[in-house]
């Protein structure tokens, strides 16, 4: 379906495909029986997507006021779970379902707050991750030392529910389920094991097991126990697509780019994990172009880190409409609009 709307799209343009959302989530909904997902919405906070998600998921993970008043405008109802590593005291008082506690000093302000809140400690585990795209040690979360100093400071309005283990960025199933099976282990009150589900830029076709994933944590699951997880990316990456246009064409030293409309400051997804975005080059061009070449696949912006895909063998002329997939999350709301003040792209929503 992209491929018939892209070459008549102005470029450059995000496209999501709102049916192929659907279908995916209920997919991921129905592989989770007997477990809670929620969407991290930092993924992609697009209404139109959170709309198509509100139908699958139990709620939304938020990390600031501004994404909590967001989903609080665009879907009343929501259930929000609000985390993030350094909150605000207005943030600590934002209306919750869960708050998700990053350390004693900061359970003692929500304490202080005044408000009434249903509590679970974020858990800083040293985990052996081999094969995480990111692992989440660093600041986040607490150590046993910070989680013993926070049980006996609840209260009867400041209650403590269970725990938060956002694990590791980039597993696959088995990685993941072998992670939250020691938080399980220690822990049978409430457990959030977070999201992070692997995602492959390489091979745009593969996806996570959320069968496997689903099934393993339905076995570990204690009777009455509440599991819930958090993914983000896994979700909405692959409804997104990011359609430009080829402006020119040249070899530089023997090398081989192309230059679109956009680059880097739409989609900064391969500059900050430093890869190749995945792309289909759709033959509407007439200029000047490579046949059958690496090609490095460059923006606009004046800046040698405007790289959208590296040495790809392709075969490329001006004119051409590139479309870029795996664009749907991490990748408009992550990027640096304003820098060089190149046009914002468009955006248009398949049903
Ligand atoms: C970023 C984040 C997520 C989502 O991670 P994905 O890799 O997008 O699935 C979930 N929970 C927390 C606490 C996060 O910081």
Redesign the pocket.
Known sequence: MIFEVAPALEAPAFVYDLAGLDAHAAAVRAALPGIEL?Y?V??NPDPALLRVLDAHVDGF?V?SAGEHAHVSAVLPKARLAV??PGKTDAELRLPAHRV?VESPFELRRLIGSGVSADVLL?LNLRLETTGAA?T?SGP?GMDADGLAACLPLFTDTVRLRGV?A?LA??LDAPALLELASVVMAQHDEEV?V????AVSYTSPGSRFDWAAYGAGLDALRRPGQVVRI??????TVYCGSYVTRVIDVRRVHGEAFAIVHGGTHHLRTPATKGHSQPFTVLPTGTGPGVEDTPVTVVGQLCTPKDVLACGVRTSIRVGDTVVFGMAG??AWNISHHDFLMHPKPGFHYLT
């Open positions: 929620y991290a930092k993924a993970e990390s985390g993030g998700h974020r990111l989440m986040f938060h956002h960025s980039g959030n977070g999201g992070g589900m958090e993914p983000g990316r896994a979700l999350a991490y």
